[in-house]
């Protein structure tokens, strides 16, 4: 037996495409056949596997586990739930790996899977030598058996231990993701008054689509904190493991604003110690670390990239301008909304009690949000080559971690080659407009010299 997948389903740090074409249930048994060999060879024998709440997820459940146990894997079925949840499982449980499917923020006819092995992310070249053991029908032989985990209690009262944050008013939106049946259970035991919407699981995300880093999906969760005159809003992306957050006006409470809340009581119990945020991260992000006397380190997008570099620096915390907000202290070292949720209202309490406040005291700065624009796959990285070369030459202050991150006396711009979409990423941030401006001329004369135009922004 061999298998070959459509090579556009293998991304960076995980498998997606849009099922009934790139993917189906004979890439999910061949997934399970090939994932449980590596696991295998590393000396394993059981994985633990989860799903979110697509349409589709049951029937690639049932494939998934059928390709594990064929190679000779014991599988621990963790059910419906988020993300996080199914990491959790991987870190508590006596299994040797997990597997979550999920189609992550995408359009609800996507699908796919994420993996750890020995609680490290399985990402890059792991996922193609999954593609190169299928395509060469190099899989081990077994039969493994096949178990159930209730984790969703565990789950909820590991995120309650030692909960010393305030009793606030909240709204969350689940956006008919993974993550509602946690949050309609976290919320009958927190202190406080909370208002759910849209926890029922809907894989055909009836209300809005649930990315919570596009404003436009917040829509809901600004008009419950507005009508109810909450302290603060919290909602979750389909697989529970970004959040985003509006404060008691309904103001977003951006990704690397969120880390600069969050880092503050961390930096009170581990001085000096080093906080991680993407390059996407505003400046004022990594000022306001060093300035709580924490080391700021910038590092590359992609949340397989972000745990790995968590790992290195000893970081007790890290996250992304996307939401992705990763905890080592207190904590496993993955990214958890549902967790992220509850260190805030822990946060807000030990600053005062007022997320509203928090955020009126943050630096005032103007930026864009990430412009995405189309640009072919074979060029991407190719463009990003040619703009390094240029502004070298020019002798510009660029930092190179992930692209071309420039500063200049206005502020700073970025472009990116994103590492799962044939796009160009950019953005920009300045102290006022007629900086912003100027900075944005500096990357259309970029992309002119390559050839390109900002054009219409690119969808997700």
Sequence with gaps: ?????????????????????????????????????????????????????????????????????????????????????????????????????????????????KMVLQHSPFFGDDIQSLARMAEAGDWEEGAGTVSNADVIDLYVDRLLENYDGGAFRVGWDAGNGAAGPVVDKLIKRLPGEHHAIFTEVDGRFPNHHPDPTEERNLADLKALVRERNLDFGVAFDGDGDRIGVVDGLGRVVWGDQLLAILAEPVLKALPGATIVGDVKCSQALFDRVAELGGKPLMWKTGHSLMKVKMKEADSPLAGEMSGHIFFGYEWYGFDDAQYAAIRLMRAVRSLGGSLTAIRDSMPAMINTPELRFQVSEARKFAVIDEVLDRLEESGATVDRTDGARVNTPDGWWLLRASNTQDVLVARAEAKDQAGLDRLMAQIDAQLAASGLTRGEPAGH
């Design 1 to 113: 037996m061999t298998h070959r997948f459509d090579p556009t389903s293998l991304r960076e740090y995980d498998i997606r495409g849009i099922v009934g074409k790139a993917l189906g249930p004979a890439d999910a048994v061949a997934i399970g056949r090939s994932f449980a060999t590596a696991v295998r060879r590393a000396g394993g024998t059981r994985v633990a596997v989860g799903y979110d709440g697509r349409l589709s997820s049951p029937v690639l459940e049932v494939a998934l586990i059928e390709g594990l146990t064929l190679s000779g894997v014991d599988v621990v079925r963790t059910g419906l739930g988020p993300t996080p949840m199914l990491y959790y499982a991987e870190a508590i449980l006596e299994v040797d790996g997990g597997i979550q499917i999920t189609g992550s923020h995408n359009p609800a006819d996507y699908n796919g899977f």
